[in-house]
Each structure stands twice: as C-alpha cells, then as structure tokens.
C-alpha cells in the first residue's frame, strides 16, 4: 500500500528554524517533493530529492534518506508569510504522486 | 508566461445537476491531473492523461469523468454532484519524461454544491 505520514500541525516562531519531516511506504519511489500551499490557494513546488542528501534552496533545504524512507524540510529564518501547509508527495512511477496529509504550520511573531 | 489556468475559479451548481470544470496548459506538458482537494485534507488523485492515454484511479467514483480533446485542454465533468463533492478542484501537468519532476498546478476551481 501507500503511506505517507507527517505532524498535522507546527507553531513556530518568527525568525527560527523549523524542521518538517515526512515518513513514507510506497510500492515505487522516483522523488520525493515538497509543496507549500496557502490556504484557499493552488501548491507551489519548493524542493525535491532524488538522491540521499541535502538539497539547499536559500531558506529552504530538503533531506532525503531512502533505506529509512524519511524525508525533511528544513525552513530557516521564519516569516511570517511562511505560514501554510507543507505537503510531501511522492513519485510513485507511472504519473502517480501520493501526497502526505500536510503540516499546518503557524509563525507567530 | 507559460502556465495552467482553470476556469471558473468559483463555480456553484445545485444538487444533481451536471458541471463541467475546465483546465488549458501553455506548458506543452504530456500529462495533465484532476485532484480533489476537501478542506485541511491531501489533494486526492482523481485521474490522469499521458497524452491521450487515460488512466482512471480506483477509487474515483464513476460520478466523475474526463475528457481531453487535444494537448492544451481537460475537463473534468461531474455528472451529477452531491453535497460531498464540494472541494477544490484541482488541475495539474508534468512533462511525463520518466525522469523526478514536479507537477505544476493551476489556481483550482472552488465547487459548492447546494
């Protein structure tokens, strides 16, 4: 079957580092992407991960571990325009993507 | 710019009565997604198109169908809604290559079923 697991929700202050991290089971793996999206709003693409390691996007890094099949998204100097849902999605092969349930996170000034 | 438009963006229609909901791409993608989105939820895989090649998942109820007449266009047709289908609707595209790539969405259609 396919599982993705990851917090509902994070609280967060203005100016820190978040870290949201996403477990998956999936029969194919070809990536692991991350979305944010804002309420009432279309996902946006931040970062993805083929390959085991850090991927560095200026505030925004992805992390990738494949034989744990665990995934973060590390969010530094918080703003507060940053508060959303994160979602993880995985690349099952075939056009398929699953998508994990989404992290609410709230920057608080 | 290149992009995935969707129209309308609010769209209410009552109870059982038919609606169309229409995506276009300028991105020249092979694969083009219906999602259903309900609020605080993951976006849910309705059904896809590589090229013309269409791939209905499970569990998408047979309420729901697709139609994608040539490269740039899809509909999603809802033959006859109920109140549980109101969700975000929402499209999206990838080029298909086989290699990782990212789904680029459209603004998605908000559909309210009275």
């Known amino acids: 079957g396919q599982n993705i697991d990851q917090p509902t929700e994070m609280t967060a202050t203005e100016g820190a580092i978040v870290q949201i991290n996403c477990t998956y089971q999936t029969s194919g793996f070809n990536g692991l992407f991350w979305y944010q999206q804002h309420a009432g709003e279309a996902p946006t693409f931040l970062s993805y991960n083929v390959l085991d390691g850090l991927e560095e996007k200026g505030r925004f890094s992805s992390f990738l571990s494949r034989s744990k099949g665990y995934s973060y998204l590390l969010l530094k100097e918080l703003q507060m325009k940053d508060s959303a849902s994160y979602l993880c999605?995985?690349?099952?092969?075939?056009?398929?993507?699953?998508f994990g349930p989404g992290t609410r996170l709230s920057v608080l000034p | 710019d290149a992009m995935v438009i969707q129209n309308p963006r609010y769209q209410v229609t009552q109870f059982g009565k038919p609606v169309t909901l229409s995506c276009s791409q300028t991105l020249n993608h092979n694969v083009m997604y219906w999602y259903q989105q309900k609020s605080s939820q993951a976006p849910k895989l309705l059904f896809h198109y590589y090229d013309k090649d269409f791939n209905n998942e499970a569990d998408t109820p047979d309420n729901f169908q697709s139609r994608r007449p040539n490269t740039s266009f899809c509909f999603l047709d809802i033959r006859s809604p109920g109140l549980g289908d109101a969700a975000m609707y929402l499209c999206?595209?990838?080029?298909?290559?086989?290699?990782?790539?990212?789904?680029?969405f459209g603004p998605g259609t908000r559909l309210t079923v009275l």
């Open positions: 999206a595209t990838s080029r298909g290559s086989g290699a990782p790539d990212t789904q680029y």
């Open positions: 999605a995985v690349d099952n092969y075939g056009q398929n993507f699953v």
